[in-house]
């Protein structure tokens, strides 16, 4: 693991175990829960229509290659 990450962690670690605000250490936890919850249930119900609707086209074999994207969406890219 890269040195530098592992000394964020373990300031973060000694912060938190020097904490006495509950109302911040509540708003950590409830970051924490969020970040661990499943996107999935935070989007849309269009949203997830469209994702299903891609996942099926792809399982039924209607996909097109990423050279004729390019050709018609490349002036955007």
Do not use: C, H, V
Not at 32 to 54: A, C, P, T, V
């Amino acid at each position: 693991m890269d040195l530098e990450l592992q000394n964020k962690k373990i300031e973060l670690i000694q912060w938190l175990s020097t904490l006495e605000d509950s109302s911040l250490i509540d708003k950590l936890m409830k970051f924490r829960e969020k970040e661990k919850s499943d996107w999935w249930g935070s989007i849309s119900d269009e949203e997830r229509s469209s994702i299903q609707k891609g996942i099926d086209d792809a399982n039924e074999g209607k996909l097109k290659p990423n050279s004729e994207a390019q050709k018609i969406y490349g002036k955007w890219l």
